[in-house]
């Protein structure tokens, strides 16, 4: 049986330069300042993260400094049965900050809206608040 998956797809402009983005999402210590919660983070290739008190976590997947972020992503909600999503970052230089693309595939169908909110609510708006300090 197929499971029912679909992509997130997300595209945000965050007021930093990409490599500080970049260390946002992949420095623990940082990581948890935007978001306000416990995360850790093994920052390297095969490396494991979790995020927010241990409600995400995940492998790192590929890692190129300042330009990319791919991940093994899950939360302590995922379906039985679900094998790990797979989330991307790409950040691109714009004007005065980054553009971020988020895209994040094989994410359960039945979670997907919380989720494409989740993103907004728990990463997008914190981010932009953190760098606009």
Partial sequence: MALNTTTIQQREFIPAKPVQVYDAF????????????????????????????????????????????????KTTEWPVGYPPSRLEFTFEEKG???????????VPGQQAENYRQGWIDYYWKPLREYFSK
């Fill in 26 to 73: 992949i420095n623990a210590r940082k990581h948890a300042e935007f978001t306000g919660a416990k995360a850790t983070c093994d920052p390297r290739v095969g490396g494991e993260f979790a995020a927010y008190d241990g409600y995400i976590t995940g492998k790192i997947l590929e890692l190129v400094r300042a330009r990319k972020v791919v991940l093994e992503w």
């Fill in 96 to 106: 005065d900050g980054t553009e971020v693309v988020m895209v994040h595939s094989d």
